[in-house]
């Protein structure tokens, strides 16, 4: 069986991160949209008319429907480390940065990309934040596609980082913050696993594979955490 998971090492904070996105694929005859363009589309509702005894007529309100089509997280495993250590370690301080947030202003300065210089950005940003010599409601009114990157970024991490309670040894509960999401094979199971997220993938349209296939034996219990989709 294939579980359809993206897991990275934090070497740093000594923990893995279980990425998992649902993207939409694009029409046949429609090219992948950039960040320029992929907002999402418009569906008019068609006028509906009505007769009364007073001959008036009507029209059903336009309806819109915008969503995110298709968007790559190329977001490398650096990124995801450093943002993820500057929201744990403010948690605890006068202004605590959300590591989606800061992700997501990062890829509207680089387009969605994250060079060394991006790196070195979003130290110098995640700085001025936590100095509060810049606010970060100020700094995304800036950029136009914020708004983008950040619905894109929080359906793949929202919710994996936050507070939860863990059962200690000796069976008391114990509160943290930090990582919430965890691997989806059971404790005690063997597995295998091949590391082809990003790989080109032709048939049926060409795309990168969104995933990262583990394979268990029949019968290993597989753990959901959240509204993940497992594939047998």
Same mark, same amino acid.
């Given at each position: 069986?294939?579980? %359809?998971?993206?897991?990275?090492?934090? @070497?740093?904070?000594?923990?893995?991160?279980?990425?998992?996105?649902?993207?939409? /694929?694009? !029409?046949?005859?429609?090219?992948?949209?950039?960040?320029? &363009?992929?907002?999402?589309?418009?569906?008019?509702? =068609?006028?509906? #008319?009505?007769?009364? #005894?007073?001959?008036?007529? @009507?029209?059903?309100?336009?309806?819109?429907?915008? *969503?995110?089509?298709?968007?790559?997280?190329?977001?490398?495993? #650096?990124?995801?480390?450093?943002?993820?250590?500057?929201?744990?370690?403010?948690?605890? #301080?006068?202004? %605590?940065?959300?590591?989606?947030?800061?992700? @997501?202003?990062?890829?509207?300065?680089?387009?969605?990309?994250?060079?060394?210089?991006?790196? =070195?950005?979003?130290?110098?940003?995640? !700085?001025?934040?936590?100095?509060?010599?810049?606010?970060?409601?100020?700094?995304?009114?800036?950029?136009? *596609?914020?708004? *983008?990157?950040?619905?894109?970024? %929080? &359906?793949?991490?929202?919710?994996?980082?936050?507070?939860?309670?863990?059962?200690?040894?000796?069976?008391?509960?114990?509160? /943290?913050?930090?990582?919430?999401?965890?691997?989806?094979?059971?404790?005690?199971?063997?597995?295998?696993?091949?590391?082809?997220?990003?790989?080109a993938r032709s048939y049926g349209y060409r795309r990168q594979h969104l995933g990262h296939d583990m394979m268990g034996l029949t019968g290993t219990p597989?753990?959901?955490?959240?509204?993940?989709?497992?594939?047998?």
């Open positions: 069986m294939k579980l %359809h998971t993206k897991i990275i090492s934090l @070497s740093g904070a000594g923990l893995l991160l279980v990425l998992l996105a649902i993207f939409i /694929r694009p !029409g046949a005859d429609e090219a992948v949209p950039a960040a320029a &363009a992929a907002t999402g589309e418009r569906i008019e509702a =068609s006028p509906q #008319e009505s007769e009364s #005894e007073t001959a008036e007529s @009507s029209s059903a309100p336009e309806t819109e429907k915008d *969503y995110i089509k298709w968007v790559d997280f190329n977001v490398p495993m #650096e990124a995801l480390q450093l943002a993820y250590e500057y929201d744990v370690n403010s948690v605890s #301080e006068p202004v %605590h940065l959300n590591w989606i947030w800061l992700l @997501s202003y990062t890829a509207s300065r680089y387009g969605g990309e994250f060079p060394a210089a991006a790196l =070195s950005f979003m130290r110098e940003t995640a !700085g001025q934040v936590l100095n509060g010599e810049a606010d970060p409601e100020a700094l995304s009114q800036d950029q136009k *596609y914020f708004s *983008y990157y950040q619905e894109a970024y %929080h &359906a793949v991490l929202g919710g994996m980082v936050g507070s939860y309670q863990i059962q200690l040894e000796d069976g008391t509960w114990e509160k /943290r913050y930090g990582l919430k999401a965890f691997s989806p094979i059971a404790k005690g199971f063997d597995y295998s696993d091949y590391d082809d997220f990003g790989v597989n753990l959901n955490n959240r509204y993940n989709i497992i594939y047998y």
